[in-house]
């Protein structure tokens, strides 16, 4: 089975910077998508930024226009578990969130042409200004 766990986030000033992770175990290589969502208590879940892997190639990146530019996602292997790391740069107060990783799965919420099925228990991310 598919276990995600995040790490990383905690506070920060509005111009600074926060890095998450996620340890992604249980991945099944013929999926293709990761990603990273947030979410505010009382609104929807958004898309923050996700890799699709390609049959050759470097993967494709996709940022939310929100963070595009500031945000950068990135992944790597070891030991048949995936890392997939967060880096958030120029942070803004709107960037407060509960952060969660994701991954691909069959019956997942779509977005950008990937179903998310697999989620992390979410780690949060304050930015005062």
């Known amino acids: 089975r598919v276990h995600l766990m995040e790490s990383g986030g905690g506070s920060a000033q509005a111009g600074g910077s926060l890095g998450l992770s996620c340890v992604v175990s249980g991945y099944q290589y013929n999926r293709i998508c990761l990603g990273w969502f947030r979410q505010v208590p009382g609104k929807e879940r958004e898309g923050v930024a996700l890799?699709?892997?390609?049959?050759?190639?470097?993967?494709?990146?996709?940022?939310a226009p929100l963070v595009a530019g500031r945000f950068t996602i990135s992944h790597s292997q070891d030991n048949g578990n995936i890392t997939l790391a967060l880096q958030m740069n120029n942070l803004k107060p709107d960037d407060t969130a509960m952060y969660y990783c994701a991954s691909e799965g069959d019956g997942g919420s779509w977005w950008h042409g990937c179903p998310f099925a697999y989620w992390g228990q979410g780690t949060q991310v304050a930015v005062s200004s």
């Open positions: 890799i699709r892997a390609r049959p050759t190639g470097d993967p494709t990146l996709y940022y």
